[in-house]
């Protein structure tokens, strides 16, 4: 099983990026997948969840109204969609799977990923 996190990079202020988390050996449908961030000298943040199976979500507050998830069954892609990034959002973005549902846990996941730069900078 293999989570792989894409779509990073540098983006100014009220710009947008869609980050993508491709699933080998398994397939997303079943799962909650997570979307974490950790930003240098704070603590990890979980900001959205999908529960795919049943389609119930997390979202940070911090996050809300900007970010969305989405999910391409064909390609067993799961993206999150970021618009009006603030410099608050700068962080190493990774993606998670959980079979039993949305958690806010880094340790209560099932699956990580290696994470993606996000850098939100003029």
């Known amino acids: 099983v293999q989570l792989q996190a894409s779509g990073g990079g540098l983006v100014e202020p009220g710009g947008s990026l869609r980050l993508s988390c491709a699933a080998s050996?398994?397939?997303?449908?079943?799962?909650?997948i997570s979307w974490f961030r950790q930003a240098p000298g704070k603590e990890r943040e979980g900001v959205y969840c999908?529960?795919?199976?049943?389609?119930?979500?997390y979202i940070a507050d911090s996050v809300k109204g900007r970010f969305t998830m989405s999910r391409d069954s064909a390609k067993n892609t799961a993206y999150l969609q970021m618009n009006s990034l603030k410099p608050d959002d700068t962080a190493v973005y990774s993606c998670?799977?959980?079979?039993?549902?949305?958690?806010?846990?880094?340790?209560?996941?099932?699956?990580w990923g290696k994470g993606t730069q996000v850098t939100v900078s003029s």
């Open positions: 999908m529960n795919f199976s049943n389609g119930r979500t």
């Open positions: 050996g398994m397939t997303l449908g079943y799962y909650a």
């Open positions: 998670t799977a959980a079979l039993m549902g949305c958690s806010r846990s880094w340790n209560g996941q099932d699956y």
